[in-house]
C-alpha cells in the first residue's frame, strides 16, 4: 500500500519534471564549482536564505490559486517587519532585562501578524466585494503599505533588536536553521489545509470557476477573503524572519522578491489562470532556484545576470506549457482521424 | 450638453478643476502660470507611456514590460552613440533606432501572448526581468550624462518661460508639442477607423470579434508594434527630458502602477470599462497634480508614496465599482420586471 503510493507521486508528471530539472541544476553546479558548492557549509548558508522566498512564494500561491495575484507580499512583509522591529528595539532602548524582553518579542510577534493579517484583510475584502481586478488591488495597495512603512520609519532602517530574538534566525536546530523549520511547518500547514480541508477544496474550486463555485453554494467572498489573509499571515512571517536573520527592518527590503515567487509558484505547477498548485512542486521550485542563485554566486555572475536568467526560465516554462499542450492537442486530433480512416 | 455633463472625461476635468481650486487656497502659488509649465513638464512623459499601455489594454491585453522597454531602447542607442562618439549623430536616426528596438521587443511580447496563448501580466513581468537584466548584465551599468548633441538640444528648448515668485523659472518644454500630437493621432485612430473599433471589438469580446470576421491576430500585432513606436519615442524623451540616460531610470521602471491608474482612472464607469485617449490624458494629469503639489501644500516628502498609493486605490475603487454596482442594479430591475 504504501509502496504504491511512493510509486504515484512519480506518476506525476510535473512533479517529475521539476525534479529532473532540480538535479540537471544542481548536478551542473556541483560540477562546475566542486570545492565551493558541495560543501557543507554551502548548504548551511542556503538554508538561511531559502526561508524568504519560501513565504513569499508560499503566500503568492494561495492568492494564484484563486486566480488573482498579490503584489503587495513584499510591501506586507516590510511593514510587518517594521513594525515589529519598533516593539523590540524599545526593549533594547530601555535596557530591558531577563524575562521581561520576552515579553517585548512576543508583543513585536503578535504585532507582525496582526499587521500581516489587517494587510491581508484589506486585500481580500476590496478584491471580493469590488469589481477591481486583484492584480490592480494589490498593486495600489502595495504602495500604501510601502508608504506607511515609509511614514513609520521615515525612509530610514530600523536596526538591533534583542539578542534573544536575532539568536532565531542565526542559529540551527539539529543541523537545520531555526527558520527553515519554520517554514517546514508552514509548508506542511498549507499543503494539509490545501489536500485535505474544506477549505482548501472550495479555494480550488473558486480558482477554476468561480461562477460555478457560487452556484453550488461555496461564499466565493469568504474563500477569496480567507485565501489573502493566510497570505497576509505567511508575509508577517517572512517578515519576522528577515528581522531575525538580518537584525534591520527597511520599508524597501528586497522588492524583487514579487517577481521571484511569481516564478517559484508557476514553476510549482501553479496555473497561472487559478485552480491548481502542488506543494511537492514548489518546494523542488525553490530549492533548485537556491541552487540557481547560490551557484550563480560562485561563478561570480552577478545580481543583473541573475534576474535575466530569471525572467528567461519564466517564459521558457511557460512556452514549454504551451507546447506540450499543443503537442497532446494535435496528437489526440492525429488519432480520431486514424480512427475515423480505419472505421470508414 | 447634458451628455457631456454626464461623460467620465467632464467628471474628471472637474475633479482636476476642484482639486485645483482648493490646492490653490491652501498655496496660490499652485495656481500660477510657472506651476502649470511644471505640471506639463512632469506629466509629459508619464502621458506618452500611458498612451501605449491604454492601447494594449483597449485590445484586452497587459503588459507590465512597457516603461522597461522604452528604458531599454533609448539606453541601447543612447549608449551605441555616445560610445562610439558619434555625437553629432542626427536626432532622427536616434528615434528611429529606439523605436526599431522597442517595436522589436514589443513584438516579442505579442508572440507570446498572441501565439502561444501566455497570460498576459505574468509573461510581461518575465520579459520585463529577461530585459533589465539582459541591459545591465551584457550591455552597460554605467550613467550617461553627455547626450548627442540634437537629444541635448531638443531637451533645452522651450517655448515658452514663466517664472514663480520667488524668482525661479519654469519653461514650457517642447515635448507637450509631441505628446499633443501623439494624443491627437491615437484618438483619431481609436475613435474614426475602423482598425480602431476593431480593437475595442477585441478588447471586449475575442471570440465575438473572431466570429464577426475580425482577424483578431492581427489587429493585436498592430497594437503591439504601435505600442513599441509609442514605447521608442517615449524612451528618447524621457531621456531627453531628464538631460541624462540611465539604464533604470527610477521614475519609469517600477512606476508602471502610475500609468497603469492613470489608463484606470480615464476608463469610466461604463458597462464595459474601455480606454480613452482623453480620459487617459486627464488621469495623467489629475496624478501628476497631485502628487507633484504635496510638497507645495506643505506635506512631508516620504508622505508621498502612501497619498499617492491612496489615491490610486481610491480611484481605482470608485471608477471600477461604479460599473459593477450598475450592472447588478440593471439585473435586479430586470428581474423585477
Redesign the interface.
Known amino acids: 500500500m504504501k509502496l504504491d503510493k511512493s510509486i504515484r507521486i512519480f506518476r506525476d508528471k510535473d512533479f517529475v519534471r521539476m525534479l529532473v530539472v532540480t538535479i540537471l541544476i544542481f548536478a551542473a553546479m556541483s560540477i562546475l564549482r566542486p570545492q565551493l558548492f558541495l560543501k557543507s557549509t554551502n548548504f548551511t548558508s542556503m538554508g538561511y536564505q531559502i526561508p524568504e522566498l519560501g513565504f513569499y512564494s508560499l503566500a503568492m500561491m494561495m492568492v494564484m490559486i484563486t486566480g488573482g ?1 498579490d503584489l503587495s507580499i513584499v510591501s506586507i512583509g516590510n511593514l510587518s517587519c517594521i513594525v515589529a522591529a519598533y516593539i523590540m528595539h524599545a526593549a533594547v532602548e530601555k535596557g530591558v532585562e531577563g524575562p521581561a524582553v520576552w515579553g517585548y518579542i512576543i508583543g513585536g510577534v503578535i504585532a507582525a501578524l496582526l499587521v500581516g493579517i489587517v494587510c491581508g484583510l484589506v486585500n481580500g475584502i ?1 478584491v471580493a466585494n ?3 481586478p486583484a ?3 494589490t ?10 512603512g ?2 513609520l520609519t ?2 530610514k532602517t530600523v536596526s538591533k533588536t534583542p539578542e534573544e530574538f536575532t539568536y532565531f534566525g542565526n542559529h540551527a536546530l539539529l543541523g537545520i536553521p531555526y527558520m527553515l523549520w519554520l517554514l517546514v511547518i508552514a509548508i506542511i500547514v498549507t499543503a494539509i489545509i490545501l489536500n485535505r480541508t474544506k477549505f482548501g477544496f472550495e479555494i480550488r474550486m473558486v480558482g477554476s470557476n468561480a461562477k460555478a463555485s457560487h452556484y453550488t453554494g461555496i461564499n466565493v467572498n469568504k474563500v477569496l477573503i480567507k485565501a489573502y489573509l493566510y497570505s497576509g499571515i505567511m508575509c508577517a512571517l517572512c517578515g519576522l524572519e528577515i528581522l531575525a536573520r538580518t537584525d534591520t527592518a527597511k520599508s524597501d527590503y528586497a ?1 524583487t522578491y514579487t ?1 521571484q515567487a ?2 517559484c509558484a ?1 514553476l510549482g505547477a501553479t496555473n ?2 487559478g485552480g491548481f498548485a502542488k506543494i511537492s512542486c514548489m518546494v523542488l521550485a525553490l530549492a533548485s532556484l537556491q541552487f540557481l542563485s547560490s551557484g550563480f554566486n560562485m561563478l561570480r ?2 545580481g ?9 526560465l ?2 521558457v516554462v ?2 514549454l506549457e ?1 507546447f506540450s499542450q499543443e503537442f497532446k492537442r494535435r496528437r489526440s486530433l492525429r488519432q480520431i482521424a486514424q480512427h475515423h480512416e480505419k472505421a470508414a | 450638453m447634458k451628455k457631456l455633463l454626464k461623460t467620465n472625461e467632464m467628471l474628471l476635468f472637474l475633479l482636476i478643476v476642484a482639486i485645483a481650486l482648493v490646492f490653490g487656497m491652501i498655496n496660490p502659488q499652485i495656481l500660477t502660470l510657472a506651476n502649470f509649465y511644471s505640471l506639463i513638464r512632469s506629466s509629459a512623459i508619464p502621458a506618452i507611456f500611458a498612451l501605449s499601455i491604454m492601447l494594449v489594454m483597449c485590445c484586452g491585453g497587459f503588459d507590465m514590460s512597457f516603461a522597461m522597454i522604452g528604458a531599454f531602447s533609448s539606453y541601447v542607442v543612447m549608449f551605441y552613440h555616445t560610445s562610439n562618439g558619434q555625437y553629432e549623430t542626427s536626432i532622427f536616426a536616434i528615434f528611429a533606432e529606439a523605436i526599431v528596438i522597442a517595436v522589436v521587443l514589443e513584438l516579442f511580447n505579442w508572440v ?1 501572448i498572441d501565439k ?4 498576459p ?3 510581461t ?14 550591455i552597460s ?1 554605467q550613467y550617461i550624462y553627455t547626450l548627442p548633441n540634437q537629444v541635448a538640444k531638443l531637451g533645452t528648448t522651450y517655448l515658452h518661460t514663466a517664472t514663480y515668485e520667488d524668482g525661479i523659472d519654469a519653461q514650457l518644454h517642447v515635448v507637450v508639442i509631441f505628446v499633443v500630437v501623439m494624443y491627437v493621432i491615437m484618438h483619431l485612430i481609436l475613435q474614426h477607423t475602423n482598425f480602431g473599433r476593431q480593437i475595442y471589438a477585441v478588447g471586449g469580446d475575442v471570440d465575438a470579434a473572431r466570429r464577426a470576421g475580425i482577424n483578431v491576430s492581427r489587429v493585436r500585432f498592430l497594437v503591439f508594434v504601435i505600442a513599441g513606436i509609442i514605447c521608442g519615442i517615449g524612451g528618447v524623451m524621457h531621456d531627453a527630458v531628464a538631460r541624462c540616460s540611465l539604464p533604470l531610470p527610477s521614475d519609469l521602471v ?1 512606476k508602471e ?1 502610475n500609468s ?2 492613470a489608463v ?1 482612472l480615464g476608463m469610466g464607469s461604463q458597462k464595459k470599462a474601455r480606454g480613452s485617449v482623453l480620459g487617459t490624458l486627464l488621469g495623467v494629469v489629475l496624478l501628476q497634480f497631485i502628487t507633484g503639489n504635496l510638497i507645495m501644500l506643505g506635506i512631508p516628502s ?9 489615491l ?2 481610491a480611484g ?2 470608485v471608477q ?2 461604479g ?3 450598475k ?1 447588478v442594479r440593471k439585473e435586479r430591475k430586470t428581474r423585477e420586471a
Open positions: 495575484r476590496v469590488f469589481n477591481v492584480m490592480l488591488v498593486m495600489a495597495t502595495s504602495s500604501i503599505f510601502m508608504g506607511i515609509i511614514i521615515e525612509g522588492t517577481f511569481i516564478l508557476v497561472p489562470n555572475l552577478g543583473y545576470f541573475k534576474e535575466f536568467t530569471w525572467g528567461l519564466l517564459i511557460l512556452s504551451f | 507570446l502561444l496563448n501566455l497570460q501580466f505574468i509573461t513581468l518575465g520579459t520585463q526581468s529577461l530585459l533589465k537584466g539582459f541591459l545591465l548584465a551584457f551599468t517600477g502602477l497603469i491608474a484606470v516620504y508622505f508621498q508614496q502612501a497619498v499617492s498609493g491612496l490610486i486605490f481605482l475603487i471600477m465599482t460599473s459593477g454596482r450592472l
